[in-house]
């Protein structure tokens, strides 16, 4: 790390203490092998020791870990028997209120997959009972329940919530199993190799293959728990805590722990332009554009694998961010309002918009400035959206995260023309 220059400056994101300004050390220096110099703000102190602690990029990623295992032969031939050939074991963040151990059969295209659901309790429910009656007609609840809450005022490194424990709780419409989990093994068939499970890339392979029909499985059983029960709160899943992987056929498996979108090194703060930014739209009052914010819930629902809410968001930003354009530019030309809802209610299909008014109103024609991106629009308007409203047609995740990059691609090209 090489310090180029150091002084004293009072910094635009002040301090303010008793009443006064605190002076920040205004640092220009550069990182690891990266010989650009970057300017960094520092409290006062020691530059060289302050500048120990900071980095201009991550230098830890960490999505999961997995260690191989066999089991002795005794103890293999001891083993109950499996109702199919591979197990996969998960910890799901919902607890499934049906009695431990029960056992349910799921189709899915290839064959039966085998659900054995067991609802654990955590450390925060520590001494709750084991107990586990059911009524042919009545929902059950545990007795004898207590709440110890959080002495006050709460410890902030405790967490952004108040941590309270009990015995027989659980958090109401709990998403994240902070009181109570449920525990699954997933039994189905499988037909690799032994050869292809010791390596490491068929390992790989195999995990990656097994963990993707668990988390189908997993959401087709979700899909009819929440309609049986009426529990909307419970969502269909990403990903899921794999726990454990065993082909007992090869007696080969695979503990693991998946860590969901990753863990990684801590941002220690946001750039001085963005914190600017920010500061100045929330000290103007500045409206955000919707069409931004239902980009990013359209790039979150992605993310959680809910398909359907992803295209919905993002082609009603596109739709929001075409509608701004047209009315900007008629409004220019000296349109009045009426005349402008007369057109566009006259010409209201999203396509035909992009296709007939932006290039009157700009010259600029999507299929000339980018033909790819024309075509990558047309088909999902066409193949994506009008199916997925009309037929209610199922989506994965390459052909969401297609259409979503379409639709934000097609709003970057209307903001460049603007």
Request: net charge negative; hydrophobic share 40%; proline share 5%.
């Amino acid at each position: 790390m090489l310090i180029c220059e150091a002084l004293l400056i009072p910094s635009r994101a002040f301090i303010l203490h008793n009443r006064k300004v605190q002076a920040r050390i205004r640092a220009v220096a550069s990182f690891g092998n990266d010989p650009t110099k970057i300017e960094i703000i520092l409290p006062p102190g020691d530059p060289q020791v302050m500048l120990a602690d900071v980095a201009t990029r991550p230098d830890l990623k960490l999505f999961g870990t997995a260690f191989s295992y066999s089991y002795p032969e005794e103890e293999l031939a001891n083993r109950s028997t499996q109702p199919a050939n591979t197990l996969i074991e998960v910890g799901v963040p919902y607890c499934y209120h049906v009695p431990i151990n029960t056992m349910i059969s799921l189709k899915d295209a290839r064959a039966t997959i085998h659900l054995v659901l067991k609802k654990m309790w955590t450390v925060r429910a520590e001494g709750s009972s084991e107990a586990d009656y059911f009524s042919p007609t009545h929902v059950l609840y545990h007795n004898k329940s207590s709440i110890r809450t959080p002495n006050f005022p709460t410890e902030p490194n405790l967490g952004p919530e108040p941590m309270c424990t009990g015995t027989n709780v659980e958090a109401l419409k709990d998403p994240v199993g902070l009181y109570r989990y449920s525990l699954v093994w997933l039994f189905f068939d499988t037909g690799y190799t032994r050869e292809a499970l010791a390596s490491e890339a068929g390992g790989r392979s195999a995990r990656s293959e097994v963990i993707a029909r668990t988390v189908a499985a997993l959401n087709r059983f979700i899909d009819i728990y929440r309609v049986v029960t009426g529990c909307a709160h419970i969502q269909r899943l990403s990903s899921v805590h794999v726990r454990d992987i065993f082909f007992q056929e090869h007696n080969i498996g695979f503990h693991g722990a998946s860590f969901g979108h990753g863990i990684g090194t801590a941002i220690m703060n946001r750039s001085g332009a963005e914190l600017d930014e920010i500061a100045s739209k929330a000290a103007s009052g500045e409206e955000i554009p919707p069409w931004d914010l239902l980009f990013l819930d359209a790039e979150a629902s992605l993310e959680t694998n809910a398909f359907t809410l992803a295209v919905v968001n993002a082609f009603q930003a596109l739709e929001l961010r075409l509608e701004d354009f047209l009315e900007t530019k008629m409004t220019a030309q000296g349109l009045s309002a009426a005349d402008i809802e007369e057109r566009l209610g006259r010409i209201w299909r999203t396509k035909d918009r992009l296709k007939d008014l932006v290039p009157s109103l700009s010259g600029h024609r999507l299929i000339d400035d980018d033909s790819k991106l024309w075509d990558r629009f047309c088909w999902a308007y066409d193949d994506i959206r009008n199916k997925l409203i009309h037929a209610a047609r199922d989506l994965d995740h390459d052909k969401t995260e297609r259409a979503v990059s379409a639709c934000r691609d097609v709003g970057r090209w209307l903001d460049a023309i603007a």
